[in-house]
Nanobody
Framework: QVHFVESGGGLVESGGSLTLSCAASGSDFSLYVMAWYRQTPGKSRDLVAQVPNGGDARYAQSVKGRFTASRDNAKQTMYLQMNSLEPEDTAVYYC????????WGQGTQVIVSS
């Protein structure tokens, strides 16, 4: 059974940077298109970036030019480099595959102060 664990969140000032990680276990990571999502209280979980196995990542308009998603199949890990963070980026960030093959993890909290 595949399992994803997010890490790297924290508190950062507006304009700052963070790098999130998503570690996979239980299956061959390279089989999956991976994605980053984020969710704020009372709202749906939104797609932030898709990371295919080969090819370019695709981004939500709200993060395009500020976030960079990547993956290292040898390490079974996906990353999200977040620059020029804004208070609107405050959310719990999750990773999963597309289509979803694992239960949602705990996510990692990102808080951007103004």
């Amino acid at each position: 059974q595949v399992h994803f664990v997010e890490s790297g969140g924290g508190l950062v000032e507006s304009g700052g940077s963070l790098t999130l990680s998503c570690a996979a276990s239980g299956s061959d990571f390279s089989l999956y298109v991976m994605a980053w999502y984020r969710q704020t209280p009372g709202k749906s979980r939104d797609l932030v970036a898709q990371v295919p196995n080969g090819g370019d990542a695709r981004y939500a308009q709200s993060v395009k030019g500020r976030f960079t998603a990547s993956r290292d199949n040898a390490k079974q890990t996906m990353y999200l480099q977040m620059n020029s963070l804004e208070p609107e980026d405050t959310a719990v960030y999750y990773c999963n595959s597309i289509p979803q093959v694992a239960s949602w993890g705990q996510g990692t909290q990102v808080i951007v102060s103004s």
